[in-house]
């Protein structure tokens, strides 16, 4: 029967350890699963049985660990699988517990999308806010969905923001290229900047 020859602390990541079993790395644990489990060096395991006995501890303390990542701020199913993976889960305890997450509404990607468009709309352009969704990994399909502004809007928006960052500072041609690539950087599209440099300049004339 298998035995284990082996336990260490991993060096960057000290509430797990190393298992080695028969001179070999077998996987990573929680220290809480390898206590659960009273493994130790010597003990003879039945592969079969330990790998089950992993499973469900492990996908029990990962998903304690998610929801106390989930209390500081909302997240999407992908920043939650790329911070569990971080953490040394296995690929089926990590789908694991974000299903679970996602049955309980504890993920929820749409609403997500919906609160994140609505909180920084007032400082970002469309283009921006759809760089950003699509990075936290929400689909094309939820960002077509919450990302379109209408022109007016945008406009405002982006008028709003120019007046903050043109306060103080002269309306000469060198400033007001300096506050298009800013409001560009924001994601407003060129249309929208455009119009937006033009006000300044009739205000100033």
């Not at 469900?56 to 992908?78: G, H, I, P, Q, W």
């Amino acid at each position: 029967m298998p035995k284990i020859t082996d336990m260490q602390i991993q060096k960057n990541n000290k509430p797990r350890a190393n298992v080695y079993i028969d001179g070999e790395f077998a996987f990573g644990l929680e220290m809480l699963t390898v206590m659960k489990l009273g493994l130790k060096i010597g003990r003879e395991v039945s592969e079969e049985q330990l790998a089950q006995a992993v499973f469900d501890s492990e996908k029990s303390v990962a998903f304690e660990r998610a929801v106390n990542y989930l209390s500081r701020c909302m997240k999407t199913c992908k920043q939650m699988r790329e911070y569990l993976t971080g953490k040394g889960y296995s690929p089926d305890v990590v789908s694991n517990v974000v299903d679970r997450l996602k049955e309980l509404k504890y993920l929820d990607d749409e609403t997500y999308a919906r609160l994140y468009v609505e909180q920084n709309s007032q400082s970002k352009g469309e283009y921006r806010l759809k760089q950003e969704l699509s990075v936290k990994g929400i689909s094309k399909a939820l960002i077509d969905k919450y990302c379109v502004q209408d022109g007016e809007r945008s406009v405002n928006a982006a008028a709003q923001l120019a007046v903050k960052y043109m306060k103080g500072k002269p309306s000469d041609v060198k400033t007001l290229q300096k506050l298009q690539r800013y409001l560009i950087s924001r994601g407003y599209g060129f249309d929208t900047v455009n119009q937006v440099i033009h006000n300044f300049k009739q205000d100033d004339e």
